[in-house]
């Protein structure tokens, strides 16, 4: 399970929301707070620390005091940087750390975003290679109501197969004590003739169904889901019907040049979907 908790910090709403969120993760053992401030100067010195980063660790130490798991140790980290992107900071110290997950907001402080994903989150989605969890407060509140809390991401788990090694069922084992119901979710995308289609149907809801038999052998409720169309559309219109609390999806990517290691649908996923959304990467990094 993820054990050790990665939370790039950057005191917006959407970073408020994920500490509510935390208790909702079992199993954590340490969770670190990280925030980037820009240098002043080409080159640092203890002389010359910028006021800016003292400041932020006081707030992050405040942030700390908030967080109510007392099994669990939590961690404040500042970095300045005097040059590149604050993601690739957090995608540096995630791999110092050997963290087991990254918890981060879809959206920023900053005014231009990525349509709806937000530059930092989009990069890490992109290139880090550690699992990510990307979730934010409903709706675009001025300020985080206190009454806003984070609900059980684990009641009704929708699980988006798409038939690839390692199955997606797999790298979820850790998570299936937790969960109260799976939605196995599939989606049809290709197809030269309607009864191309029917019978690619046909094979989805049978690969289905074996799945559903293991996860049923487990005490979890599953439910299998074809549909034909665009892969990332029909999930995310399922994840609003279906009141899904959790969408998990891998990554499917190839690493390349610029080691680019999630696929299409993840990213389209990641940009519009409202639900929380699970990408799990490390499968990657190992092959």
Same mark, same amino acid.
């Given at each position: 399970?993820?054990?050790?908790?990665?939370?790039?910090?950057?005191?917006?709403?959407?970073?408020?929301?994920?500490?509510?969120?935390?208790?909702?993760? /079992?199993? @954590? $053992?340490?969770?670190? +707070? !990280?925030?980037?401030?820009?240098?002043?100067?080409?080159? &640092?010195? *203890?002389?010359? #620390?910028?006021?800016?980063?003292?400041?932020?660790?006081?707030?992050?130490?405040?942030?700390?005091?908030?967080?109510?798991?007392?099994?669990?140790?939590?961690?404040?980290?500042?970095?300045?940087?005097?040059?590149?992107?604050?993601?690739?900071?957090?995608?540096?110290?995630?791999?110092?750390?050997?963290?087991?997950?990254?918890?981060?907001?879809?959206?920023?402080?900053?005014?231009?975003?990525?349509?709806?994903?937000?530059?930092?989150?989009?990069?890490?989605?992109?290139?880090?290679?550690?699992?990510?969890?990307?979730?934010?407060?409903?709706?675009?509140?001025?300020?985080?109501? /206190?009454? @806003? $809390?984070?609900?059980? +991401? !684990?009641?009704?788990?929708?699980?988006?197969?798409?038939? &690839?090694? *390692?199955?997606? #069922?797999?790298?979820?084992?850790?998570?299936?004590?937790?969960?109260?119901?799976?939605?196995?979710?599939?989606?049809?995308?290709?197809?030269?003739?309607?009864?191309?289609?029917?019978?690619?149907?046909?094979?989805?809801?049978?690969?289905?169904?074996?799945?559903?038999?293991?996860?049923?052998?487990?005490?979890?409720?599953?439910?299998?889901?074809?549909?034909?169309?665009?892969?990332?559309?029909?999930?995310?219109?399922?994840?609003?019907?279906?009141?899904?609390?959790?969408?998990?999806?891998?990554?499917?990517?190839?690493?390349?040049?610029?080691?680019?290691?999630?696929?299409?649908?993840?990213?389209?996923?990641?940009?519009?979907?409202?639900?929380?959304?699970?990408?799990?990467?490390?499968?990657?990094?190992?092959?």
């Amino acid at each position: 399970m993820f054990t050790k908790v990665l939370i790039p910090y950057d005191f917006s709403n959407d970073s408020e929301y994920i500490i509510r969120c935390l208790k909702n993760i /079992p199993q @954590i $053992r340490e969770i670190i +707070l !990280f925030h980037v401030t820009r240098s002043l100067y080409l080159i &640092s010195t *203890p002389e010359r #620390e910028n006021p800016e980063t003292d400041y932020a660790r006081l707030r992050l130490e405040k942030v700390k005091e908030l967080i109510e798991m007392p099994r669990s140790k939590v961690r404040v980290v500042v970095e300045e940087i005097s040059g590149g992107e604050v993601s690739d900071a957090i995608i540096r110290i995630a791999d110092r750390e050997q963290v087991s997950l990254i918890m981060m907001g879809r959206r920023g402080r900053g005014v231009i975003e990525t349509l709806l994903l937000g530059s930092t989150a989009w990069d890490v989605l992109r290139y880090c290679p550690s699992d990510l969890l990307l979730i934010h407060p409903p709706g675009k509140p001025l300020r985080l109501s /206190p009454g @806003i $809390r984070c609900p059980d +991401l !684990f009641t009704n788990v929708m699980l988006c197969k798409d038939f &690839s090694s *390692p199955g997606i #069922e797999d790298l979820c084992m850790d998570i299936y004590p937790y969960v109260t119901s799976v939605e196995l979710f599939h989606a049809v995308t290709k197809g030269d003739s309607e009864e191309e289609v029917n019978h690619a149907v046909k094979d989805a809801k049978e690969e289905l169904e074996k799945v559903a038999i293991t996860c049923n052998g487990k005490d979890i409720t599953c439910n299998i889901h074809v549909r034909v169309g665009d892969a990332a559309d029909e999930i995310i219109r399922f994840s609003e019907e279906k009141n899904i609390s959790l969408i998990v999806a891998k990554s499917t990517g190839r690493q390349g040049i610029v080691k680019k290691i999630v696929g299409g649908t993840t990213e389209a996923i990641a940009r519009s979907a409202k639900k929380p959304l699970l990408v799990l990467k490390k499968h990657d990094a190992r092959s």
